[in-house]
């Protein structure tokens, strides 16, 4: 939709911008950060080059150059250590996409992310937190909230907000997408699938996990008895979730490809490694829509 505003020029998926950052936020050196990038299916796929000579911040503001094109508003999709990007782009505003995490629950079992709706509710729960934590640090004036089932159902509407938050006007192109996408046209029907997908008791157990914050955005919790997880349930459902984790890795890649990416790491044999993990580029690759 972003990207096909005149004015707009939306990159897509950049996680690659912070998600390599070390767990204190500090930056790795560049041989690691380009060793890192030769592996990321998104980066590879990329108009990026890394430039050696170039500190952390020049990199990945090249980077966004390179990834966004030209445009009156340009802009990217990143998901994680969100709290870094007012670091490299100290004027960027941000759009925050929220929906009901009863439908996103399934959507995150199915890309293997989660191996119950439990723990995809967990992932929902704490991006939403990172997101309460973002805009703390950068302010309600540089946040638009926008939620999925608004925008599906009255997408001019919220497309025009959007665009007044740019400091643009809509354009009814913002809508053309199916025509040069593999993306449907906004659909109202896509709102609450819930209600006729998911079973009563995982219903039950996404509103045991996010209730209060689910409610917090305007989401009204099923007619479903509140469910109770005691210590357990919640035994039981992280090792379900660990085992289905695990076995969706299986069916993807194979385990022999696994094997040996688990073993290239081990050994440390780095030329091996790299192999495999093309491997599994191309296996990534294949399977988006």
């Not at 952390?56 to 009156?72: E, I, L, N, S, T």
């Not at 299986?250 to 790299?274: F, I, P, T």
Request: charged share 25%; aromatic share 10%; glycine share 6%.
């Amino acid at each position: 939709m972003l990207d096909h505003h005149p004015q707009i020029s939306c990159g897509g998926e950049f996680n690659f911008a912070t998600e390599f950052l070390n767990p204190d936020g500090s930056e790795p050196p560049p041989p690691e950060f380009e060793r890192r990038l030769r592996g990321y299916r998104a980066f590879v796929d990329s108009a990026c080059s890394f430039d050696p000579s170039l500190d952390y911040a020049a990199q990945v503001q090249r980077f966004f150059d390179d990834f966004c094109g030209a445009g009156d508003a340009r802009g990217a999709t990143v998901h994680f250590n969100i709290s870094a990007l007012p670091r490299y782009w100290p004027e960027a505003r941000f759009i925050h996409l929220i929906r009901d995490p009863r439908d996103v629950a399934p959507s995150a079992m199915k890309m293997g992310w989660a191996g119950n709706v439990y723990h995809a509710a967990r992932r929902w729960q704490e991006a939403e937190a990172e997101i309460a934590a973002f805009r703390e640090q950068v302010g309600d004036a540089r946040i638009l909230d926008l939620r999925f089932e608004d925008l599906v159902t009255e997408p001019e509407t919220q497309l025009g907000r959007l665009c007044e938050f740019l400091g643009l006007a809509y354009d009814p192109l913002m809508l053309s997408y199916p025509a040069h996408t593999t993306y449907p046209a906004p659909d109202a029907s896509a709102a609450a699938r819930w209600k006729q997908k998911l079973a009563a008791r995982d219903v039950q157990l996404i509103e045991a996990r996010v209730r209060e914050t689910m409610q917090a955005w305007g989401y009204a919790p099923s007619e479903h008895p509140p469910l109770a997880v005691d210590a357990a349930l919640e035994a039981q459902l992280e090792d379900q979730d660990r085992k289905a984790r695990r076995q969706a890795r299986v069916e993807k890649y194979g385990l022999g490809l696994l094997a040996s990416h688990w073993l290239s790491r081990r050994l440390g044999w780095r030329s091996w490694q790299e192999r495999t993990e093309q491997r599994m580029m191309d296996i990534n690759r294949a399977s988006l829509r």
